[in-house]
């Protein structure tokens, strides 16, 4: 039988990156307040001392470490220097991602820009994976390593390809990574938010004016996703509820995949359409 302790993280020491703001910001709070302790990582100082203190403030355990987690040397330093101290971790939850703002036909993109794309979203999870599982592993409890995907993993994303691609392949690491280290208990998944508002996707700045009459019909539940919608999901795979659950990713996007294209018709509750609503296509950009 289930019990409200089931959820708690007392005990457990998780490690989330880019947890300065956003999302990650999110994930981090939610873990501390469910009584993990709770490393934080990103490469803003200012981000990160405020979201430490905002988290001890209100009585968690947070420690932060400026790392910039496309930079393998400050990865490796900071998962010695937790081996040296014999710090033991739990969670891994790795959260940084960027889209960069390259939003472009595919064809006038450069190489430049798939390496860029590549090194903030997958190859950093590659950096933390492999500094960090080994600490997760030798503790002999078990874990779980999250990854932050994207719906664009799921559907297409035109004019952003390189991205969609990058969180595309996260869910296909998670699979191959969780039978690798299932023999240790330590379990593999991914979740994948649609659009969330954060200070990275702002879905009001890129909407044209005109255009926010459909803002509560975008999404079928009536809204966009907020920071704590994808942290929700994180404490689940984070906790032992979800100790026969690995090799798979959660969908926290509103009903967005199921949709399809499908869309709620403008002033007509339970009427729906396959047909664009609009003549273009509604974004500033
Ligand atoms: N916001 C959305 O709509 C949305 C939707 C789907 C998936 N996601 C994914 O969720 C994750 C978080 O997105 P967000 O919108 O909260 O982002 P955000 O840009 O608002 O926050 C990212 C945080 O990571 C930090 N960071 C960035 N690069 C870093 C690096 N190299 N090393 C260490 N820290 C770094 C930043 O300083 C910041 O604190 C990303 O993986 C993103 O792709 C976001």
């Known amino acids: 039988m289930l019990k409200p302790e089931d959820m708690s993280l007392a005990g457990k020491t998780a490690l989330v ?30 981000l990160l001392q405020a979201a430490v203190e905002r988290i001890t403030a209100a009585g968690g355990r947070a420690v932060g470490h400026r790392v910039d987690v496309t930079d393998a040397a400050e990865v490796n330093r900071l998962a010695e220097a937790l081996s040296e101290q014999g710090a033991g971790m739990d969670i891994l939850v790795n959260n940084v991602g960027d889209h960069l703002n390259l939003i472009k036909p595919f064809l006038q993109t450069s190489e430049e820009e798939w390496d860029a794309i590549y090194d903030i979203n997958l190859k950093q999870i590659y950096r933390c994976v492999r500094a960090f599982a080994p600490i997760i592993r030798d503790a002999g409890s078990g874990g779980s390593i999250i990854n932050i995907s994207s719906i664009e993993g799921y559907r297409a994303i035109p004019t952003c390809a390189t991205y969609g691609a990058m969180k595309t392949a996260i869910s ?5 990574l969780a039978m690798e280290l299932a023999p240790y208990r330590i379990r593999v998944n991914a979740v994948a938010p649609e659009t969330t508002e954060t200070e990275q996707v702002d879905p009001k700045a890129f909407t044209h004016p005109q255009y926010l009459e459909h803002w509560d019909i975008w999404n079928p539940m009536g809204r966009w996703g907020q920071p704590k919608d994808t942290a929700a999901a994180v404490l689940y795979l984070a906790s032992n509820l979800s100790e026969w659950v690995t090799g ?28 664009p609503v609009i003549s273009d296509s509604g974004f500033i950009y």
Do not use: C
């Open 248 to 275: 798979t990713t959660m969908h926290v996007d509103g009903g967005a995949l199921a949709a399809g294209g499908w869309y709620r018709m403008p002033g007509q509750e339970q009427r729906w359409t396959l047909a």
């Open 172 to 176: 296909g690491f998670v699979r191959n």
């Open 17 to 46: 990156t880019g947890a300065g703001r956003g999302i990650g910001y999110a994930i981090a709070e939610t873990l501390a307040n469910f009584s993990a302790e709770v490393l934080l990582l990103d490469k803003d100082e200012a």
